[in-house]
């Protein structure tokens, strides 16, 4: 679905607190390592999808703290922002980099085993001669 000028300012002034309320007011340590890579705020405002990243190993911590701090996250967003209703906060993970670097990996796989397959028949070659 397209999104229209004043959707998208919406969605970065949403990410924009969010991520300096991430940063400067939450003190939970399992959120030090996450970052706010995106958000999707309802056209109504009633909810707004945050999504985040953060290192694989604390996907499950990471996922327990956004949960127990939504309602303080929430709270310090409606004191920042000037709407007349502040979004119910969802946390999503953002597995686009995850994907991203399985596929780098995949295509790198892939290109050596190339490289080594061109390798493959002239040594077949000078072996059989």
């Known amino acids: 679905m397209k999104q229209g000028s004043s959707s998208r300012k919406v ?16 003190s939970d340590p399992r959120l030090r390592d996450a970052t706010i890579t995106g958000c ?13 990243t953060t290192k694989p190993e604390s996907y499950a911590k990471t996922a327990e703290a956004f949960e127990r701090a939504k309602g ?7 004191k920042r ?11 999503i993970l953002d597995e686009t980099i995850d994907q991203a ?11 050596a085993r190339n490289a080594g397959a061109e390798d493959g028949p002239e040594d077949a070659e000078s072996i059989d001669a």
């Open 72 to 78: 303080r996250i929430r709270s310090l967003m409606a």
């Open 101 to 111: 670097e399985r596929i780098d990996y995949a295509l790198k796989a892939d290109a």
């Open 40 to 52: 999707e705020v309802s056209f109504d405002r009633s909810y707004c999808n945050v999504f985040y």
């Open 11 to 26: 969605n970065e002034q949403a990410r924009q607190i969010l991520a300096d309320i991430l940063l400067f007011d939450v």
């Open 81 to 91: 922002q000037s709407w007349r209703v502040t979004p119910e906060l969802r946390f």
